[in-house]
Nanobody, 124 residues
Framework: VQLQASGGGWVQTGGSLRLSCAASGSFFRIITMGWYRQCPGNQRELVAVITSAGGTNYADFAKGRFTISRVNARNTVELQLNSLNSEDTAVYHC???????????????????WGKGTLVTVSS
């Protein structure tokens, strides 16, 4: 599975960006897609994830400002970032959990994948 993210860039404090990620390659089913980020000097942290059924989980800092959405038929996930501030400056990584084939789905085996990341810079 390859994850290609786009949409990062520079934005002023209070502004918005929309990140997009598309999954491609060989897999049976993508279960979960989402975004993590790594702020300068910090470890990678969860931003938001969404299941194929539409269930979502947000980090506290993302609630009320960020919205995750997904189009299962296109294996894409998007993250709308609003009310951005300097603390949101980070490399945002797309994330997916998949069953690679029919057998792994039967067995309940999953594999996690990461995209290379897209840089979001917020400044005044």
């Amino acid at each position: 599975v390859q994850l290609q993210a786009s949409g990062g860039g520079w934005v002023q404090t209070g502004g918005s960006l929309r990140l997009s990620c598309a999954a491609s390659g060989s897999f049976f089913r993508i279960i979960t897609m989402g975004w993590y980020r790594q702020c300068p000097g910090n470890q990678r942290e969860l931003v938001a994830v969404i299941t194929s059924a539409g269930g979502t989980n947000y980090a506290d800092f993302a609630k009320g400002r960020f919205t995750i959405s997904r189009v299962n038929a296109r294996n894409t996930v998007e993250l709308q970032l609003n009310s951005l501030n300097s603390e949101d400056t980070a490399v945002y990584h797309c994330y997916a959990v998949a069953n690679v084939d029919r057998e792994s789905r039967k067995d309940g085996r999953t594999t996690a994948y990461w995209g290379k990341g897209t840089l979001v810079t917020v400044s005044s």
